[in-house]
Nanobody, 114 residues
Framework: QVQLVESGGGLVQAGGSLRLSCAAS?????IKWHRQALGNQRELVAV???????NYADSVKARFAISRDNAENTVYLQMNSLKPEDTAVYYC???????????WGQGTQVTVSS
């Protein structure tokens, strides 16, 4: 079974940066970062595959960067030039090798003040 633990959220001023971490236990394929702002649906932010290919939502392209440390089984989301509209709870999800079950982390709050 896969367990995911996010960390790195917090309060930052607009224009600032944060780095989120998603530490995974178990064998996984791709990892995705999602976010859900209050009153909104959860949206996909970024994805990274097991071989390092990545993709981003248009709203975060050129500001966010996803990376992966396979040795540590950890995925990072570097968030730069943060905007108040980036405020949300950020979740990571992963697909388990073999079962293709999808697992979710508990979420980490990111708040960007104007």
């Amino acid at each position: 079974q896969v367990q995911l633990v996010e960390s790195g959220g917090g309060l930052v001023q607009a224009g600032g940066s944060l780095r989120l971490s998603c530490a995974a236990s178990g064998s996984i394929f791709s990892i995705k970062w999602h976010r859900q702002a209050l009153g909104n649906q959860r949206e996909l932010v970024a994805v990274i595959t097991s071989d390092g290919a990545s993709n981003y939502a248009d709203s975060v392209k050129a500001r966010f960067a996803i990376s992966r440390d396979n040795a540590e089984n950890t995925v990072y989301l570097q968030m730069n030039s943060l905007k108040p509209e980036d405020t949300a709870v950020y979740y990571c999800s992963a697909v388990e090798r073999g079962t293709f079950n999808v697992y979710w982390g508990q979420g980490t709050q990111v708040t960007v003040s104007s």
